[in-house]
């Protein structure tokens, strides 16, 4: 089993920056991949940013060049820092987590607000 815990989400203006961290605890958490999702009401949840157990990152289209998603394996912690907000980056952002072998992991979800 693995438990994620998410923070640093909340209100910011256009054109500003916020980190969003999710620490995973439990077993399984060697040779791991770690992503962010983002969902708004009517849409499906969509991946934001992917990073594979070796580095290896993969962005959507909308956010390239301005979210930067990195980990910290020695804490078990997947970040995603956000600049250049945008009005339709608010939504709910998902930490999600993939063991080798078994299913994926969801964290409980973070509003994360663009408005001025």
């Known amino acids: 089993q693995v438990q994620l815990a998410e923070s640093g989400g909340g209100l910011v203006q256009p054109g500003g920056s916020q980190r969003l961290s999710c620490v995973a605890s439990?077993?399984?958490?060697?040779?791991?991949?770690m992503a962010w999702y983002r969902q708004v009401p009517s849409n499906e949840r969509e991946q934001v940013a992917y990073i594979g157990n070796s580095g290896y990152t993969i962005y959507a289209d909308s956010v390239k060049g301005r979210f930067t998603i990195s980990r910290d394996d020695a804490k078990t912690t997947v970040y995603l820092q956000m600049n250049s907000l945008r009005f339709e980056d608010t939504g709910v952002y998902y930490c999600w987590f993939k063991p080798l072998f078994g299913t994926p992991y969801w964290g409980q979800g973070i509003q994360v607000t663009v408005s001025s």
């Open positions: 439990g077993s399984q958490l060697t040779n791991h991949a």
